[in-house]
């Protein structure tokens, strides 16, 4: 468990920062840029306040010049509302509740020791003081506070959704929800809020029994028609799938959402509720020459991605995968088996 630097022991991890943990020799980064995703927002898991997230060029020889924003925003996995029945565990709703509330408990807790900390750094300042005494729990809780960045909020279904977004007004704090499954059947309140989505998993089976089988194909179209700012994302499906991120857009255009709508939908949309609209997700002047060139439709599985562009410089389109197409075409060559 320690070789996997994505999910920190404990449960209240605000100073956990995802950008430090970036691999740039991974294999998986030019594999997944070689189909059009350059930009990231990579993520901590674990625990209730899992940490800060950062949104990273898949370019680098290192994770500092490889990070385009730091902090992006706080990780919280909203806890269940009920009781939860799957293959791998099972929680009864009197269990659920005991769990419900004891998260809630450490989340009201952390934003009132992160608020007594603010205040008396505020107070110190004001004083003409330093603080000797930093605590990076809380350093990293400010922004949150201050409502630079907001808190992505981990959570699908309805009632996860419905108490997040009472608990994040109450708390006064921006937020994004991550995940959305349910997001489409509280469309009115998260319009209401302008609280956007990060819609996870539209290539996924329905999570209920009584579900049509095309609910997760059509949540991002309905999101639309309530006038929900959303983005689409892999979600934690694995790192190694995120180079089919295009086609989870494709998916949701041919259930309906606007072409133009599930382009943008993995390109300026996912900017803009990134807090990166004014560096990347379309071309404009003043921005990142951040961009593709392909040779047909990009959300289209046929597409071939030609050649990739990084605030204006010319990336390696070599990758593990090409690599071995090679290597094995040259070994059928040498057999006979083709010219």
């Not at 300026?268 to 990134?274: C, G, I, R, S």
């Amino acid at each position: 468990a320690v070789t996997r630097d994505f999910s920190e022991r404990g449960e209240i991890n605000p100073n956990v920062r995802a950008e430090v943990a970036y691999h740039p020799d991974s294999e998986i980064i030019p594999v997944t840029r070689s189909n059009g995703v350059v930009l990231a927002h990579s993520c901590p898991t674990g625990g209730v306040v899992s940490g800060t997230s950062a949104v990273m060029m898949l370019d680098g020889w290192t994770w500092e010049n490889a990070t385009l924003k730091a902090p992006a925003g706080l990780h919280i996995n909203w806890p269940n509302m009920g009781a939860v029945s799957s293959r791998r565990y099972r929680i009864s709703e009197e269990e659920a509740a005991k769990r419900r509330e004891e998260t809630l408990k450490k989340l009201d807790t952390t934003l009132e020791e992160a608020r007594r900390y603010l205040t008396a750094k505020e107070a110190a300042e004001q004083a003409g003081r330093i603080i000797v005494d930093t605590d990076l729990r809380w350093e990293a809780m400010l922004p949150v506070l201050r409502r630079q960045i907001p808190v992505f909020m981990h959570a699908s279904e309805v009632r996860q959704i419905e108490s997040a977004v009472e608990w994040a007004n109450r708390q006064n704090l921006k937020m994004v929800i991550v995940g959305g499954y349910d997001a489409w059947r509280v469309a009115d309140l998260l319009k209401k809020y302008e609280i956007p989505v990060i819609y996870e998993g539209v290539n996924s089976l329905p999570q209920r029994r009584w579900e049509d089988f095309d609910t997760p194909f059509t949540s991002p179209l309905k999101l639309y028609e309530a006038g929900v700012k959303f983005c689409i994302s892999m979600g934690t499906r694995g790192t190694s799938n995120h180079r089919n991120t295009p086609y989870e857009a494709s998916k949701a255009a041919s259930y309906g959402l606007p072409k133009n709508e599930a382009l943008k939908s993995v390109t300026l949309y996912a900017a803009e509720v990134l807090g990166i609209s004014d560096r990347v997700g379309s071309l404009e002047e003043g921005k990142d020459a951040t961009l593709i060139i392909t040779d047909g439709d990009p959300l289209e599985m046929t597409t071939q991605v030609e050649q990739v562009y990084i605030q204006g410089k010319t990336i390696d389109m070599g990758d593990r995968h090409k690599t071995l197409y090679e290597k094995y075409k040259e070994k059928y060559r040498q057999l006979g088996k083709i010219k």
